[in-house]
């Protein structure tokens, strides 16, 4: 796959719970991880939350979002479900509605790495260079051990900015950070140190 083609598909090392939903290469699947959060609010939210992320597993979409806006409802203070929210409308092709579904995860969770990344990806698809670099950089402060952002913003840095020292530096990173490497990386990153040189 060349790195152009990568916008549309990949998925992170993290909480993968709905292969339908996988955002970008730049993806985040839907989020699992919610439940340290969710907790407080009581055992009734939780399930709720692991009842939607069940219906997403099963394709059940619209149950699914009714689940999630329910557990907003009981628990606003939750990034995860507006996250959530904002994969299944970047799947259904609402871009708007997910940029506003990140944004509101955001607002709860201004460090919601998964979020940024989303909302750098939105960015990059439709040729904003400078907002899907500030989303990605603010993506990796949150979580710079996170391998996926660093191959995002690699492929930024490479493909669209022309920056190859740059690109190198977080493809390298990425590998590091992988518990195996990715033969596609390694290819980029073979391809980047022979233009350097």
């Not at 959060?37 to 939210?45: L, R, V």
Request: aromatic letters at 8%.
């Amino acid at each position: 796959m060349s790195r152009k083609r990568c916008n549309k598909h990949g998925v992170t090392g993290l909480a993968l719970t709905a292969t339908l939903l996988l955002v970008g290469c730049a993806g985040s699947p839907a989020r699992k991880d919610a439940a340290a959060d969710i907790s407080p609010a009581g055992e009734q939210t939780q399930m709720k939350y692991d009842q939607a992320l069940a219906a997403l597993n099963n394709n059940q979409v619209a149950l699914a979002e009714n689940l999630f806006k329910q557990v907003i409802a009981d628990k606003p203070g939750l990034s995860a479900p507006y996250f959530n929210l904002g994969v299944i409308a970047e799947k259904q092709g609402d871009l708007p509605s997910a940029r506003t579904w990140y944004a509101q995860a955001l607002d709860v969770n201004p460090k919601d790495a998964r979020a940024l990344n989303q909302l750098a990806v939105l960015a990059r698809e439709e040729g904003d260079f400078e907002n899907a670099l500030a989303f990605y950089e603010r993506a990796l402060k949150a979580e710079p051990n996170e391998p996926v952002y660093h191959r995002n913003i690699a492929i930024l840095y490479d493909m669209y900015l022309g920056d190859y020292v740059r690109a190198l530096e977080h493809y390298q990173r990425c590998q590091e950070l992988r518990s195996a490497p990715d033969e596609q990386v390694a290819m980029w990153i073979a391809d980047l140190e022979r233009r350097i040189q």
